[in-house]
């Protein structure tokens, strides 16, 4: 270990940048944040430096008096001169010093820095590749989300709350376990403060053997591609102890959910469902009831054609509290992947989403509404009835010229796109046997696929 991770309060403490362009800018203004006194030293200040009003600026060159009452300096001008002598002359008298780009002047370095305050975490490469520690700090944005620093001011006002309740540490340690990890971290994570402090004060004066309280997490899992979930849906699905996820879930996401938690398949696909309806909703109902935290994790959208909003009736009516997480839809996140965009001045001004077939498995929609010019038409669980969506919509009145596309598994490494025409589809999707889940998207902005396609899984399409 080259470097000791360390964190200094620098509130009030004097700092001096030697420096007066952008990169002295960038560190002048994380002292400022940490409450320091800044000092800028330049012969000539950019207004980037001089924008920060808070902190005072010297025209002049770096003379060794400049260090005097000085408690941390940075050298970041562009002379490798002056850097060398800053740093020798900070290191005579002890005072720390960093020189920008080279780590042999340092007596220590910048990390990457999370700011989650009071949470911070800060991490470096000691100097051997700056870009790799803002590229792992992009990854670690992803999992440690900005109401992780109204988590940590909570636990801090809270703290000698529950060291005076509860007086042996191990229980102590084992209640501040299932505050963070449960419940109560959730409601503050959502922005939730006055829900979390009830259920706070609630989970400290319970008796042990009290039943828990669950919670249901309805989540979106996109369209395939795991990278499309938001953080939120990450959140929860690496919490929840127990899952139910339908045939629309990819492998990728359901991968995601901890290794530890209860799986249950409810299956989902059109006329072969592994559980009704009305079983899962009390599945998670039961689960919930037991103290669970329960993830109903569902392909795409909930509220579009996911019938979660079903599932939350059911939830509500017995009291179980949930939380709704939108996903991308699969209208939107496969006909990206396609290179179809919905709307287009040119091609269309409005876009409709219709499932391709109804609760008794007929197909039997608005045609008038769905056969007009200048609108994207987004059919769901299409494939089936593909002959008499194309058909009907031709009978009511759409040209059969008009462009339409089969999309397979969008945004996976299946994905593959089939375009013609209601003529043509039909007859295409005999011959091509697309693998569900599908998309049909009708309308004249399927013309912009041959030159708007970026994605190509597995080197093509």
Known sequence: MDYLPIFLKLREARCLIVGGGNVAARKASLLLDAGAQVTILAPEIKPSCAALTEAETVVGRFQPVHLDGMNLVIAATDNHEVNRFVSEEAQARGIPVNVVDNPTLCTFVMPAILDRSPLMVAFSTGGASPVLARLLRAKLETAIPAGYGRLAEFAEQQRQHVKTAISQPEKRRVFWENVLGGAVAEKILSGDMDGARVLFDALLQRNDDAPLRGEVYL??????????????????????????????????????????????????????????????????????????????????????????????????????????????????????????????????????????????????????????????????????????????????????????????????????????????????????????????????????????AWFQPGGGN
């Open 219 to 452: 989540v979106g899992a996109g369209p395939g591609d795991p990278d499309l979930l938001t953080f939120r849906a990450l959140r929860l699905v690496q919490q929840a102890e127990v899952v139910l996820y339908d045939n629309l879930v990819s492998k990728p996401v359901l991968e995601m959910t901890r290794r530890d938690a209860h799986r249950v398949y409810v299956g989902k696909r059109r006329a072969n469902h592994a559980l009704p309806q009305d079983e899962i909703n009390q599945l998670l109902v039961k689960y919930a009831k037991e103290g669970k935290r329960v993830l109903r994790l569902k392909g795409g959208d909930p509220f579009i054609f996911g019938r979660g909003g079903e599932e939350i009736e059911t939830l509500a009516a017995e009291g179980i509290p949930f939380q709704v997480v939108p996903g991308i839809t699969s209208a939107s996140g496969v006909s990206a992947y396609a290179g179809i965009p919905l709307t287009h001045r040119d091609h269309a001004q409005s876009v409709t989403f219709v499932t391709g077939h109804l609760k008794d498995g007929s197909m039997d929609l608005d045609w008038n509404g769905l056969a007009r010019p200048n609108q994207t038409v987004v059919v769901y669980m299409g494939l089936t009835g593909l002959e008499v969506l194309c058909r009907e919509l031709v009978a009511h009145g759409l040209p059969d010229s008009t462009p339409a596309a089969i999309v397979q598994q969008g945004t996976t490494q299946n994905q593959r796109v089939f375009t013609g025409t209601l003529a043509t589809l039909p007859a295409i999707a005999e011959a091509k046997k697309p693998q569900s889940p599908t998309l049909i998207i009708v309308g004249g902005v399927v013309t912009l696929r041959d030159k708007l």
